[in-house]
């Protein structure tokens, strides 16, 4: 089916350790983002990519590295992980930035807890 | 800093009723505006999106306006039904070229009992 595919759904880490969320879309999407949603707050934008090799960050970056090797994959780094990084975190997609009718799809969501 | 606030957060209902949801927004150089449902433990569904230009736009039950001038947008279910229980987001789009960055409303959780 197409869409948007994130992995794991669920993980549970220690303070300091590391792991990668993974997120593809086969809809050949020009555009992915990477969203975290907590109780009381809306989604806030963590890092986008606007295309392969082309990477910036959101409004909430610290803590967290992605990259875009290919047109269908973005990986979500922790590189050490803290409490306060547990959430719940979205992957979407769209097909080009430049259009204005453009939606956004989304991911099941990857659920994150930091012990 | 653009807010987008949603009020009620939670709203419950029978079956049947009419029922608005309501979305305001701080800064009204907005590109766009969507409107998106969440069911527990998934991801979001794109609903309705309303260009800066539009006044609203329809898919079978839903209506959603859009008034820029006074920041708020409203989500009109029609008939609801317990199938149409969720939490329901909307976004706006700043940004008028390139990345298209969205500001997200904290939701409104609807139930609507049989």
């Known amino acids: 089916n197409a869409g948007v595919t994130q992995t794991p759904k669920f993980q549970v880490l220690k303070t300091g350790q590391s792991m990668t969320l993974q997120c593809a879309q086969d809809m050949n999407h020009e555009y992915m983002s990477w969203y975290r949603q907590d109780p009381g707050m809306g989604l806030r934008l963590i890092h986008y990519?606007?295309?392969?090799?082309?990477?910036d960050q959101g409004e909430v970056p610290n803590g967290y590295n992605v990259s875009r090797s290919t047109t269908e994959d973005f990986p979500l780094r922790l590189l050490s992980a803290a409490p306060s990084q547990t959430s719940v975190y979205f992957c979407a997609s769209s097909y080009s930035r430049y259009s204005g009718a453009n939606v956004l799809t989304f991911g099941a969501g990857s659920r994150l807890t930091v012990l | 800093k653009q807010e987008v606030t949603q009020i009620p957060a939670a709203l419950s209902v029978p079956e049947g009723e009419n029922l608005v949801l309501n979305c305001s927004f701080t800064?009204?150089?907005?590109?766009?505006l969507q409107w998106f449902r969440q069911d527990p433990g998934k991801g979001l569904t794109s609903l309705l999106l309303?260009?800066?230009?539009?006044r609203e736009q329809t898919s079978g039950r839903l209506n959603a306006s859009l008034d820029k001038s006074s920041g708020r947008s409203t989500l009109y279910i029609a008939a609801s039904q317990p199938g149409d229980s969720a939490t329901y987001l909307c976004?706006?789009?700043?940004?008028?070229?390139?990345?298209?960055?969205?500001?997200f409303g904290t939701g409104t959780r609807l139930l609507v009992s049989p």
């Open positions: 990519s606007v295309g392969a090799g082309i990477t």
């Open positions: 976004a706006v789009r700043e940004g008028y070229t390139g990345f298209q960055k969205l500001v």
């Open positions: 309303i260009q800066s230009s539009q």
């Open positions: 800064d009204s150089a907005i590109y766009n």
